[in-house]
């Protein structure tokens, strides 16, 4: 830097934001995986509120009708086993390959039970809280096959 290192200045305009380092991807995964599970809390909590019929009856019925696709999607695979196969194999591939991410997601998780002293039960409950939010937002967001349901439910991005 030809500026003034005491000043953080730069007159002749040598360093800029395209200079700057770039935080690891392991990081930035890290970081996204945990910032959704904060994000699977609130549209779990989103979804109650459209399930009361606090939102109105439209809200209401999208919500009902979301939660009998996901019933569907969690019945197909509880009782096809070839399709249980298939879901477990792709979350085991996802999980492999999104470990930063995963781990993001259930440090958040583990926080937030330690942080309310829900204790371990806890947590795994606002775990699969906030996957079942995830999942119902997505569907009512327009994802209505097995494929793209129960991966959601991790908190697999689509």
Not at 10 to 17: C, E, T, V
């Amino acid at each position: 830097m030809n500026g003034n290192p005491i000043s953080y200045r730069d007159p002749l305009g040598l360093f800029g934001w395209a200079d700057m380092p770039t935080l690891p991807q392991g990081v930035v995964n890290f970081a996204s995986g945990y910032g959704s599970y904060y994000g699977g809390l609130l549209n779990g909590a989103g979804h109650l509120l459209d399930r009361s019929g606090f939102a109105g009856p439209d809200a209401q019925q999208s919500a009902i009708q979301a939660e009998a696709v996901l019933a569907l999607g969690i019945n197909t695979i509880a009782t096809n086993p070839a399709i249980a196969k298939q879901a477990a194999c792709t979350a085991e591939n996802w999980a492999a390959n999104n470990k930063a991410y995963l781990a993001g997601r259930l440090t958040a998780g583990a926080l937030l039970s330690v942080i309310t002293g829900l204790g371990p039960y806890g947590g795994v409950a606002l775990g699969l809280f906030a996957g079942m939010g995830d999942a119902l937002n997505n569907i009512q967001n327009g994802m209505n096959t097995i494929q793209q349901i129960i991966p959601s439910m991790m908190g697999m991005p689509y």
